[in-house]
T-cell receptor, first 113, second 112 residues
Framework: GENVEQHPSTLSVQEGDSAVIKCTYS??????FPWYKQELGKRPQLIID?????GEKKDQRIAVTLNKTAKHFSLHITETQPEDSAVYFC????????????FGSGTKLNVKP | NAGVTQTPKFRVLKTGQSMTLLCAQD?????MYWYRQDPGMGLRLIHY???????AKGEVPDGYNVSRLKKQNFLLGLESAAPSQTSVYFC???????????FGNGTRLTVT
């Protein structure tokens, strides 16, 4: 099955700096890559996603890049704010498996004011 | 429009007891999933369903059973709880091919 690795496990940045979280996947058939944000004690919520026919997608301060050849994708947050502090999860999904999503182990982002 | 609703929110069980977690959705989604979340391990798929009356095993199905008798409900059962099943359980749904998951608020289960 798919194996998704996520780095780093913790990330601390100063408010206003950029944050980058990286994920690699193993199954070349994976073609959908969502990112979720989970605040303490709450549900994971989708923040951005990318499909395999696109190399980059942006939504205001958040962007995701995908390199299918190298099988890795990254989340970029610019101008970080304290409310960006949360755990972020990447995931990979293949249509072969009825949308079985394989999640990374998460990155705890701490934005210091 | 409640989205995805899980009950209960918290539960404490003794080893060997049984319980059922309920997931209800009003989004008319075909696909439903049960995940468990443990520290440092992300979300792992327990069981899933691609439609009413169907269920299938995920990555970590042992010790759990599921049923989907109605499209809007997906039940997760623990027949004989073990301390290793202490976790936070999330139900999720999605519309179909490569569409994002919508999660419920989670159930925190402790087995002593």
């Amino acid at each position: 099955g798919e194996n998704v690795e996520q780095h780093p496990s913790t990330l601390s940045v100063q408010e206003g700096d950029s944050a980058v979280i990286k994920c690699t996947y193993s199954d070349s058939a994976s073609n959908y890559f969502p990112w979720y944000k989970q605040e303490l004690g709450k549900r994971p919520q989708l923040i951005i996603d990318i499909r395999s026919n696109v190399g980059e997608k942006k939504d205001q301060r958040i962007a995701v890049t995908l390199n299918k050849t190298a099988k890795h994708f990254s989340l970029h947050i610019t101008e970080t704010q304290p409310e960006d502090s949360a755990v972020y999860f990447c995931a990979a999904s293949s249509g072969y498996n009825f949308n079985k999503f394989y999640f990374g182990s998460g990155t705890k982002l701490n934005v210091k004011p | 429009n409640a989205g995805v609703t899980q009950t209960p929110k918290f539960r404490v069980l003794k080893t060997g007891q049984s319980m059922t977690l309920l997931c209800a959705q009003d989004m008319n989604h075909e696909y439903m999933y049960w995940y468990r979340q443990d520290p440092g391990m992300g979300l792992r798929l327990i069981h899933y369903s691609v439609g009413e009356g169907t269920t299938a095993k995920g990555e970590v199905p042992d010790g759990y059973n599921v049923s989907r008798l109605k499209k809007q409900n997906f039940l997760l059962g623990l027949e004989s709880a073990a301390p290793s099943q202490t976790s936070v359980y999330f139900c999720a749904t999605n519309q179909g091919y490569n569409s994002p998951l919508h999660f419920g608020n989670g159930t925190r289960l402790t087995v002593t």
